[in-house]
């Protein structure tokens, strides 16, 4: 077979030349676009001081988790700060936040797509099976080359390699939805888009979930290699202590990003299942608003008990009566 060559990267180098060459007021308007998100989130973090967005953090934290993973919250961004790393944290935030919004956005209604169409569904599962596999400084090289350096192309090369647990748990968690509730819809005459809202949705929440926590964790990894495409941030710091040797260094960005990844992960777990969190905020005022109606129930029942018990009393005495 001397000789024998499929020319697949030569075909693939031709797609990318196309789209600079033919694409660029496309590619442009996504970087606008992108940039402007990405730079306006990180400077909105950036904006206040850091023991506010601290605070601010931990609220977060208390309100969905648990007054312990707001102490721990404390602790983290604390000692992020304190290694000098407060900067470059958000902007990896910024990034990653923004990355798992378009990610989102693209995921679910695309999950939710194959999910009610089986050909679609067919056609999509092996691209996510390569787009999933491929590894990721793969995804560089024509983000490079479509977007230059900086934030732009460090979104998109992570949009792409964590797009594919968001379609695929959303698909899942769809297709997981109990088929006698959905027929009870169909037997109400509700739609198929009502049933979508009102029954499917609502019950694969915590699937989605579970998806976008899968979403946020590889945008993490990715955010970290895109700092070889110049993305700011903890991915940049990395990438230059890997440069120098910097072993401090290295231990200090990578602590950010995994204090950033427990955060995210924590809260994000919580938000897909509310009923795990009872010390929350959220679940502490549930409780209570579930006894002020429990109570107001008993309250409002009692008189009308007490009119039912009377009535056969007060029946009783007129009969005895001379």
Known sequence: MEGFRIPIGEWGKFVVDWIRDNLDWLTDAISAFVGFLANGLADLLAA???????????LIAWLVRSWQ?????????????????WDTAMQTLALVLIAT???????????????RNNTVSTVIKPVLDLMQTMPSL?????????????????????????????????????RGVDAETVEAGHAFGAKPGQILRGIQLPLATPTIMAGVNQVIMLALSMAVIAGMA??????????????????????????GVVFIAVFLDRVTAALGNPASSPS??????QRRRDDARRA???????????????????????????
Not at 230 to 253: D, F, R
Not at 299 to 321: E, I, K
């Open 69 to 85: 993973l707001a102490v721990g919250t404390v602790l983290m961004f604390t000692i992020t700060l304190g290694v000098d790393q």
């Open 230 to 255: 110049g993305a700011p941030g903890l991915g940049k710091e990395v990438v230059a202590a890997l440069a120098t040797i910097n072993v401090a260094q290295g231990i200090e960005a990578g602590l």
């Open 48 to 58: 206040p001081s850091a023991p506010v967005m601290i605070i601010v953090f931990a």
């Open 138 to 174: 793969v995804y560089l090289i024509p983000v490079i080359i479509f977007f230059s350096l900086g934030f732009v192309p460090g979104v998109i090369a992570t949009v792409i390699f964590s797009l594919p647990p968001g379609v695929r748990l959303t698909e899942l968690g769809i």
């Open 296 to 322: 107001s129930a008993a309250a409002s029942a009692s008189p009308a008990t007490s009119a039912q018990t009377a009535a056969p009393a007060s029946a009783g005495a007129s009969v005895l009566a001379p």
């Open 280 to 285: 929350s905020l959220l679940g502490i005022l």
């Open 101 to 115: 919004l378009v990610t989102v956005v693209i995921a679910v209604p695309l999950g939710i797509w194959a999910a």
